[in-house]
């Protein structure tokens, strides 16, 4: 079974900037992870606050596993998390290499992670810098001496901090059509209701990237009504040039 692995530094980020192609790859018959480094609990819990002045926190932890497990399981994906504090995340050695263990053991084709640069949300940029690491690490024979290494996996970047992903220089060089799970991805976006902003953010979001895919679809009377963005961060290796399969795209 192939699979897919979704490394998110709170707990929607995985859903909101790649929830779209979760859902599609779940459906193409692929294993899909989640793994969320972060609940979020000091810095993506906005409405938890609201409603919980003073909180206890320990509320706001169980609150964000319950809507990860929702979403997950309402995707098809299988979500994990190791609840390490946010605001400000930190990735050392240790966390590194266990990541590096968890890439071996699920063996991915595909990665999803944040964009690498993000000065308005730092923690997003720190996770993106540590799975670069951990892939590193898994491609080398010396890793984890017992078990296969890795070669590099395909590893796609997603949406930076929105509404203003332009501010860190978010290249986009690839777009998929979500238009078929559109619907399912705003649903599961809804099961996180400490952060109720996130639903609005990403049905503009989805609407923009799908007006920015059309333009370069350019086929009269057809027209992407929504899309998520990437980065392609390796260069494509193959024996021929991949091609945009322009008959599947969009909507008449
Ligand atoms: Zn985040």
Redesign the pocket.
Known sequence: MKSMMIVS??SA?WCTRAGGVAIKYVQLGYKVSAIILTF?VRG?SRQFWVDHPGGPAELCREIRTEEIRKAAQYMGVTAEYTDYDDYCLTMDESRIRLLTKRILEIRPEIVLTHWIEDSL?P??ATTASAVIKALGAAARLGAFPDTPALPFPDVYFFESTLPNSQFNRFEINTFLDIGDVYEKKIEAIRCFTAQPELIPFYQDCAIRRGREATDWLRVPGKKIMYAEAFHRYLPYLGKEFPLIDRNLLGEK
Do not use: I, M, S, V
């Open positions: 530094a709170h980020d979020g993506e949300n923690d997003h």
